[in-house]
């Protein structure tokens, strides 16, 4: 779809779809200048156009011809799970049952919604190893904010006020000490080592009386697990930290090992990461968080609970003095924890086990596949994601990450994650996920296999890629220096 | 095959084998001693089950819960029940859409940027703002970062919001700043429910927020708060609601600086409060210590139009700590689906829903006053939504316990004897006819409320 789309204010404006939409008014309509006074009324017509129904529909079916997702092809965005989102899933949400209820009913009238809650809370709980889950936040980082203000709030209440330092590994994603700044806390970086993982004598030198607690990824963000996670809580826990499990990279561990077994007091996931709810351009998510039981009264409110009269019957409890209070309004992205609960149904432990299996193996696979090509700069072995880097390409042919990610798009790929993690340079970061066919991994591994050798070649083919695509390579300096973010 | 995975174990087997690499030998990076040993946990099961049997469950469910669709529902209080046109489930249902990430690769993402441009063109045209972000997550969480804003743009700690804010939103913001080390003043509303004349003064706030139209459903007028953050020099906020931008000022328009609020009105689904869709525009000057990601516009080599994300430095991917908020989640699906809603709606059926949801309102808040057994609270107009009291006491719990019976769900208890009463475009005088009706009827004949 080479062709450019028009803003939809640019469309000819056709005449209003107000009377086939809506219904006529059946009460009479006040004078509302009289009701209202003329001052707090508006003089001239919202300045939005007027279309038909079918401009609408090919305005956004033409735009969506510029996206790609899931269902085009291999989306190996590293760090960002792009895994299959359920079809049926979609449907479920959308049940008029879960759909049309409102988040202030009574709790009798919702007893489907707070039963489907409370499973989810028990499932993530065995799949986490934690004592308790909320679904308040709406997305991972806001589920880090969330977490990280229960350790706040921990500390506060044991009257530790000086434990204003959170420890973060340089290697971290930036919403973590994103996050933990917006709680005031101070952030220590600690280093990793050659090999890419936490350097433990760094972490024990960094580990004082004023840290409040640690921030982990684990497999961390170069994709390797940390295999010195056991002794990293214990140091924090001994000197009266608490630990943070980041888990952008839950989807490497599931039903093999669990970040309450590894020692961490909170953990939150991405659910469109590890159970395939769709991330919609850019959410929205949501982004349960869970908790060891020293942490509970800290929950955000209200909390789910069984009815203590009778056990089949689920409230809302608000009466949680020590809680942090709310981190947004209701209960949560609930629609999302539908799809999340749907798929973790259509998988078992059995089937989690092999979702983690899968999502390694055909990491493994692709990075084996593309060695020769490109510069491996870790050599632990690599779980659901891995790195390789543009350096050789750089080094001989002036050819870097971008170009390589762009060239990728002419072959039908989604590029991997660019330029992350900061510690490493020129980086790529590939994620096939569990869900990757045989041949988008063959497909993958051939297209970059060749690309190495386009590089050798004719570098100019890779400089001035995407060739296909709606637009070439936009400038983003323009973008930003004149912004032009409205008309 | 398990689920989804389109591959088996003996393909994945050999494949691994064919790189020199085993099956058995994937998590060997993984100690022992944390390794799950025993799977036996109680939540969960041990195969997964068939689409077939997901759908019995969760339609199970689903048909456990009572509707608003199926009764006749009252409720409002931040989430409003307006009529979702059927185009936007398509156009969103669109796996390009749907399944696809924030758009970091341009050329791959020219749909959602250009999507996200016209929200925020929107959200611009509405609230009369120069700047508009890509959405956040809900209209509780846009307060709490639009006052977050207004102390990074002054370096002052302290805002002052009045009490006719949503209690949920207010909830976050003491959250947000309880952690952030921030202060909140919370402003009393005056005898007639708004806040005017209740403004503080003194130079050391950071800013001021109202919300419009308030808790109660009245219309402020926000030239006081303009005028008042002007005199303290302190940045002015509204937390307000795009529908009834149709009929009303816009903040823009009376010069506030920060426009919020939550846009799940514009045709999304109630969903049991979430996901919902906040938005958050300001005037030009604070453009750089917005938070959430923008999309602009810019050209290509060629210079042909193209849509990117733009002014990245303050984001948490570049700035860490230092950025202007940990956000990088957006609604950008419902921020889309918002955008159809206006599009498909236009200038004059936004300003319908609006008329009409502000007529019935008006009619159902005259016709239960007429009853004799309520009266009104405040006597100043609101918009979609009202609070009356019981005139002779009494438990409004018990009257909505009784209501659910005649499969009616009332409105919102705010306490025994104040009852916050919500109407769309979507109820029809008969049934508020018959609302009013039965409601009269339970309290003379029935003695619900009891006493």
Redesign the interface.
Same mark, same amino acid.
């Given at each position: 779809m080479k062709y450019q789309t028009n803003l939809i204010f640019d469309l000819p404006q056709t005449g209003d779809n107000a009377n086939r939409i809506l219904k006529k008014c059946d009460v009479i309509k006040p004078n509302f200048a009289e009701f209202y006074g003329e001052h707090l009324l508006r003089e001239k017509d919202l300045n939005i156009p007027n279309l038909s129904e079918i401009q609408v529909l090919r305005h956004y079916t033409n735009m969506s011809a510029k996206n790609f997702g899931v269902e085009n092809g291999p989306y190996p965005l590293g760090s960002c799970t792009m895994k299959y989102n359920p079809k049926v899933n979609e449907n479920m949400a959308n049940l008029p049952g879960f759909r049309n209820t409102h988040p202030l009913q009574p709790t009798e009238t919702v007893q489907g919604n707070l039963t489907l809650l409370y499973n989810l809370e028990q499932q993530l709980n065995d799949i986490f190893g934690m004592d308790h889950f909320t679904f308040q936040p709406s997305a991972g980082a806001h589920g880090e904010l969330t977490g990280i203000m229960m350790i706040k709030a921990y500390h506060e209440a044991n009257e530790d006020f000086e434990r204003t330092v959170m420890l973060i590994p340089d290697s971290a994603h930036g919403t973590n000490p994103a996050s933990a700044a917006m709680a005031e806390f101070e952030i220590r970086e600690i280093k990793s080592n050659a090999d890419g993982l936490v350097d433990v004598e760094d972490l024990k030198q960094k580990i004082d009386d004023k840290i409040a607690g640690i921030m982990l990824t684990n497999p961390n963000t170069l994709g390797l697990f940390e295999k010195e996670v056991k002794e990293i809580t214990g140091l924090i826990h001994e000197a009266g930290g608490l630990c943070y499990y980041d888990g952008a990279n839950a989807n490497a561990i599931l039903m093999q090992t669990r970040p309450g077994d590894m020692g961490f007091d909170v953990v939150h996931l991405n659910v469109h990461k590890t159970f395939g709810t769709p991330h919609g351009g850019g959410g929205p998510g949501a982004g349960p968080v869970g908790i060891k039981k020293i942490l509970e009264p800290f929950l955000p409110k209200p909390v789910i609970k069984k009815l203590d009269a009778d056990q089949t019957k689920f409230i809302l409890d608000y009466d949680r003095p020590q809680s942090i209070g709310k981190v947004r309004a209701f209960t949560g992205s609930f629609s999302v924890c539908v799809k999340t609960y749907a798929y973790i149904l259509a998988y078992g432990k059995q089937g989690l086990a092999e979702v983690s299996e899968a999502a390694v193996a055909n990491a493994r696979y692709l990075l084996e596949r593309v060695r020769d090509s490109y510069h491996v700069p870790y050599q632990e072995p690599a779980m659901h994601e891995f790195i390789i880097t543009a350096a050789w390409q750089k080094e001989k042919y002036g050819i870097i990450t971008t170009d390589i990610a762009k060239r990728l798009i002419d072959y039908g790929y989604h590029p991997p994650t660019v330029y992350f993690p900061l510690i490493v340079q020129e980086a790529m970061m590939f994620e096939p996920t569990d869900t990757e066919t045989l041949e988008g991994l063959e497909g993958l591994a051939d297209a970059l296999n060749a690309i190495a050798k386009e590089a050798t070649e004719n570098p100019d083919l890779l400089k001035n890629a995407p060739h296909n695509m709606s637009i070439t390579r936009p400038d983003e300096t323009k973008a930003a220096r004149n912004p032009i973010l409205k008309v | 095959?398990?689920?989804?995975?389109?591959?088996s174990?003996e393909?994945?087997a050999e494949?691994?084998e064919s790189?020199?690499?085993k099956?058995d030998n994937?998590?060997?990076?993984?100690?022992d001693?944390?390794?799950?040993k025993d799977?036996n946990?109680?939540?969960?099961?041990?195969?997964?089950?068939s689409?077939q049997?997901? &759908?019995a469950?969760?339609?199970?469910?689903?048909? @456990?819960?009572?509707?608003? *669709?199926?009764?006749d $529902?009252y409720?409002g209080? %931040?989430?409003y029940?307006h009529?979702s046109?059927a185009?936007i489930?398509?156009?969103?249902?669109?796996?390009?859409?749907?399944?696809?990430?924030?758009?970091?690769?341009?050329?791959?993402?020219?749909?959602?940027l250009?999507? &996200?441009?016209?929200w925020?063109?929107?959200i611009? @045209?509405?609230t009369g703002l *120069?700047?508009?972000n $890509?959405?956040i997550?809900? %209209?509780?969480?846009a307060a709490a970062e639009a006052l977050l804003l207004t102390c990074r743009q002054t370096k002052k700690d302290k805002v002052w919001v009045s009490e006719g804010l949503?209690p949920?939103?207010l909830?976050?913001i003491?959250?947000?700043f309880?952690?952030?080390?921030l202060e909140v003043e919370i402003g009393a509303l005056n005898e007639q429910g708004t806040a005017a004349g209740t403004y503080p003064s003194g130079d050391d706030y950071a800013g001021f927020l109202i919300q419009s139209p308030n808790f109660f459903g009245i219309?402020e007028?926000m030239?006081e708060l303009v005028k008042k953050a002007e005199q303290n020099q302190v940045l002015s906020v509204v937390s307000c609601d795009l529908i009834s931008?149709?009929?009303?000022?816009?903040p823009g328009?009376v010069g506030v600086d920060i426009a919020c609020g939550?846009a799940q009105p514009l045709g999304i689904?109630?969903?049991?409060?979430?996901?919902?869709?906040g938005f958050l525009a300001a005037k030009q000057k604070l453009?750089r210590k917005m938070p959430g990601?923008?999309?602009?516009?810019?050209?290509?080599?060629?210079g042909?139009?193209?849509?990117?994300l733009?002014?990245?430095?303050r984001?948490?991917?570049?700035?860490?700590?230092?950025?202007t908020?940990?956000?990088?989640?957006?609604?950008?699906?419902?921020a889309?689906a918002a955008?159809?809603y206006?599009?498909?709606?236009?200038?004059?059926?936004?300003?319908?829903?609006a008329?009409?949801s502000?007529?019935?309102a008006?009619?159902l808040h005259n016709k239960l006053i007429q009853t004799g057994l309520f009266e009104a609270i405040y006597n100043k107009?609101f918009f979609r939504e009202f609070a009356v009291k019981l005139r002779y006491g009494g438990s409004l719990d018990a009257l909505?316990?009784k209501l659910?019976e005649h499969r009616v769900?009332g409105g919102?208890a705010l306490s025994d004897d104040v009852w916050l009463l919500a109407v769309t475009?979507k109820k029809?005088?008969?049934a508020?006819d018959d609302f009013v009706a039965l409601v009269a009827n339970l309290i003379r004949h029935e003695n619900v409320l009891g006493g």
């Open positions: - | 095959m398990s689920g989804y995975i389109p591959t174990r393909k994945r494949l691994l790189v020199g690499l099956l994937l998590f060997d990076a993984i100690p001693e944390i390794k799950i799977k946990f109680s939540g969960l099961n041990a195969q997964g089950l689409e049997e997901i &759908i469950q969760l339609t199970n469910l689903a048909e @456990r819960n009572q509707r608003v *669709d199926q009764y $529902s409720l209080a %931040g989430f029940d009529y046109p185009v489930d398509h156009i969103i249902g669109r796996q390009e859409f749907l399944t696809s990430y924030t758009p970091y690769q341009a050329e791959m993402s020219q749909g959602t250009q999507a &996200i441009f016209e925020q063109s929107y611009c @045209r509405l *120069d700047v508009s $890509s959405s997550y809900d %209209g509780a969480s949503n949920e939103y909830a976050t003491k959250t947000y309880h952690a952030a080390g219309v007028d030239r931008l149709a009929m009303f000022k816009s328009e939550e689904p109630l969903n049991f409060g979430g996901p919902a869709v453009m990601r923008i999309a602009g516009q810019t050209t290509d080599t060629e042909k139009i193209a849509y990117v733009t002014l990245q430095a984001e948490q991917h570049i700035r860490r700590e230092k950025a908020s940990n956000i990088c989640t957006s609604q950008a699906l419902l889309t955008t159809i206006l599009a498909l709606n236009g200038r004059s059926g936004l300003k319908e829903v008329e009409q502000a007529a019935k008006i009619y107009p909505n316990k659910l769900i919102l475009e029809s005088k008969k508020m």
